[in-house]
């Protein structure tokens, strides 16, 4: 199994702000990292796939980036509505998600 | 549009075999390199990836879950399944199914099913 390990857990930032995700990879997974945005009480949202291509209606506030084991999703201005848990999900092999990072407004 | 709905039993007991349906709209399983993936997660915990069915009827599972689970398709009626045999109170989740398309493992999901196992 590939063990996928997100940082933070939680994280508190303020509306406009320039928001980072992290996420590593206990091998290399060659890019295959998707990036999914959970709110309460609904299904996962399919965000960035393959590092750093958006999905269709995504805003472009969304980025991804990285190669090997380490992976970082960013959020150019942080609104209001992206208050949410994000996952990394790897499927270099059978598919792993990681852990989760919450984050919230302040 | 593409839409996917989950169904199952609510809640069974310890042991019994848990049987969940998939009905989808906006995309066919007979189409190539189309999928369907089952996908659930406990209540407040992570998400795991469960199985995946291809349009060629390929099908994959978790490791770790393997000898317990059997995943299937009605491509006629627009419908996958995922049976999960001898179950307990770890297998208590929401259960989610979702479209695989090409290089997107899950560009769209379901609600989500809740499956309580308790006796």
């Known amino acids: 199994d590939i063990q996928m390990t997100q940082s933070p857990s939680f994280l508190s930032a303020s509306v406009g702000e320039r928001v980072t995700l992290s996420c590593k990879a206990s091998q290399n997974i060659n890019k295959y990292l998707d990036w999914y945005q959970q709110k309460l009480g609904e299904a996962p949202k399919l965000l960035i796939y393959?590092?750093?291509n958006l999905h269709t209606g995504i805003p472009s506030r969304f980025s991804g980036s990285g190669s090997g084991t380490d992976y970082t999703l960013t959020i150019s201005s942080l609104q209001p509505e992206d208050v949410a848990t994000y996952f990394c999900l790897q499927r270099n092999s059978w598919p792993t998600f990681g852990s989760g990072t919450k984050l919230e407004i302040k | 549009q593409v839409t996917l709905k989950e169904s199952g039993p609510g809640i069974l007991q310890p042991s019994q075999t848990l049987s969940l349906t998939c009905t989808f709209s906006?995309?066919?399983?007979?189409?190539?390199?189309?999928?369907v993936g089952w996908i659930r997660q406990p209540s407040g915990k992570g998400l795991e990836w469960l199985a995946n069915i291809w349009w060629d009827d390929d099908k994959y599972y978790n490791p770790s879950l393997k000898n317990r689970l059997t995943i299937s398709k009605d491509t006629s009626n627009n419908q996958a399944f995922l049976k999960i045999t001898n179950v307990d109170t770890a297998d208590t989740a929401t259960y989610y199914c979702?479209?695989?398309?090409?290089?997107?493992?899950?560009?769209?999901w379901g609600q989500g099913v809740m499956v309580t196992v308790s006796s």
């Open positions: 393959n590092t750093n």
């Open positions: 906006g995309f066919s399983l007979s189409t190539y390199g189309m999928g």
């Open positions: 979702a479209r695989i398309a090409a290089e997107q493992l899950g560009d769209y």
